[in-house]
């Protein structure tokens, strides 16, 4: 109890509440503006905490962190343009709820599930921090494998009804992804001579094509007219009934659940979390019939989980200094110049700094709240500009986006070239969200089954003598057979 009012006294400082709230506040508007994300926000904040303190210096970078997730999903729901890549998740229920006319309850939705998304990792990171650091010790290549293809069970999900079509989507995602240098051999694959394409494509120019260029390619030749007339689009910010939340307490603790175990595995990240719980939520939902048209359920699970993925991405980073994406390197790289030394000794001998840590992220989650809730007028309101201007800012904002991933006029054209096929699959009733599962996950499953195979001389039958890896296998197969299992049952 000493050292939890001694971390309190450390963090109720003008400065670190100054900071928690500035690091939430730039960090949403950093996850708002597509083609930015975490990395690029804690990247720009960074020479800031060369001369600051020790604890301001965190808070600020947690805030950044926090925030940038939770930021995408706000594009994601208004303008059908995730901010960032875990956010396409978000758009498949949150821009279909906008366009009905409820994008303050799609906010409302979505604020408090990311909250309490946040809180949860929170909890589980001072409950659970050595021994799920622990466990991430235990995942090999051959487990990433597994997990990977247990990942890839989302298409199943997104793709109900369509699942032929939806595969195909998916092996576009995937042979998108393995375009560039072989990760292994160093050859250069599928890049027909071109300069551009030996660094790969990148996921965000791909993401704004399919999503919001090829919407607004579908809107200026009027083939989706569906959209709501302005007087009838609510601003604002809109909280759920509570009976409506009682309903779906399961989907924000599975979705919780889901992200703050990912979260603890090293290489993985928010985007892989919020389509394994997106897919686990139109799996167990008593909503199934609902999903694609606005069904919150998809969003509480979504939103819960790539937002638990925040504190727990902190386990490895902190209980054993290696960071699991670029984006925790960034914080490694910080809280080294700060003198903080990660690793199994950090809980043993500053746990007074880990608990600050724990307090900072408890308030930038409530500070994250009130952002989303205040600032809901503002973002709600766009949807009020008459439709020409606002194809055009869409258009605009999505440019800048994926240009400003590798600062390269050539993923403009990929955006571009992105808009137009996405633009050809909706039309031909193809679903988009297997493409990015596929580019997501693809550089995992390829990275983990060569480093696999090696490690077993080839044989991959040894895959099956790790026993989380077969857990992960055994699961995946049931959530593919159980469909099938479930009608021969129903026609009994």
Not at 165 to 179: E, F, N, T, Y
Request: aromatic share 8%; proline share 6%.
């Amino acid at each position: 109890m000493d050292l939890i009012l001694l971390a309190a006294g450390q963090i109720a400082t003008p400065l670190t509440l100054f900071c928690i709230v500035i690091g939430t506040v730039v960090g949403v508007v950093v996850g708002v503006l597509p083609g930015l994300g975490s990395v690029i926000g804690l990247t720009m904040v960074l020479p800031f905490t060369f001369s600051m303190p020790q604890i301001p210096s965190i808070a600020l970078m947690l805030g950044v962190y926090c925030g940038s997730v939770y930021g995408g999903s706000i594009t994601a729901i208004i303008l059908n343009t995730p901010g960032t890549p875990q956010a396409a998740a978000t758009a498949l229920e949150g821009y279909p709820m906008a366009r009905r006319g409820d994008a303050d309850l799609a906010l409302g939705w979505v604020t408090t599930a990311s909250t309490l998304g946040g809180l949860f990792s929170v909890l589980v990171f001072i409950l659970a921090g050595p021994w799920l650091a622990r466990l991430s010790l235990q995942f090999t290549p051959i487990e990433y494998f597994a997990l990977g293809v247990f990942a890839m069970t989302c298409i199943a999900g997104v793709s109900s009804g369509q699942m032929t079509k939806g595969l195909v989507s998916g092996g576009i995602g995937l042979m998108l992804a393995s375009i560039g240098v072989d990760p292994v051999t160093g050859d250069m694959r599928y890049t027909f001579g071109s300069f551009q394409l030996s660094a790969g494509i990148a996921l965000i120019p791909v993401i704004v094509g399919v999503f919001a260029y090829s919407e607004m390619f579908l809107r200026v030749l009027d083939l989706s007219g569906d959209k709501p007339a302005p007087e009838e689009m609510r601003v604002g910010f809109r909280m759920p009934p509570f009976k409506h939340w009682r309903m779906r307490l399961g989907m924000l603790l599975r979705g919780s659940m889901i992200g703050s175990f990912v979260g603890a595995l090293p290489g993985t990240g928010a985007a892989t979390a919020a389509f394994i719980a997106y897919s686990e939520a139109r799996r167990t939902s008593k909503r199934q019939a609902n999903f694609g048209k606005g069904e919150p359920d998809g969003l509480v699970a979504c939103e819960a989980s790539n937002n638990a993925v925040t504190g727990s991405a902190l386990v490895p980073t902190l209980a054993l200094g290696i960071p699991g994406d670029p984006v925790t390197a960034v914080m490694l790289g910080a809280l080294v110049i700060q003198g903080v030394v990660p690793g199994p000794q950090l809980f043993a001998n500053n746990l007074d700094l880990v608990y600050a840590i724990f307090l900072c992220l408890i308030l930038v989650n409530l500070v994250m709240f009130a952002t989303g809730a205040l600032g809901a007028q503002l973002f709600t309101r766009i949807l009020r500009i008459p439709e020409p201007i606002l194809i055009g800012l869409i258009l605009i904002i999505s440019t800048v986006g994926a240009y400003g991933v590798n600062g390269s006029t050539f993923d403009i054209w990929v955006a571009f070239a992105a808009g137009v096929a996405g633009a050809v699959l909706r039309c031909l009733s193809y679903p988009l969200a297997p493409i990015v599962i596929g580019m997501v996950l693809g550089p995992t499953i390829e990275m983990s089954l060569r480093q696999g195979l090696i490690l077993t001389d080839g044989n991959i039958l040894e895959f099956l003598a790790r026993p989380i890896a077969t857990v992960l296998f055994l699961l995946t197969v049931a959530i593919l057979t159980w469909p099938l299992i479930r009608d021969r049952l129903v026609r009994r």
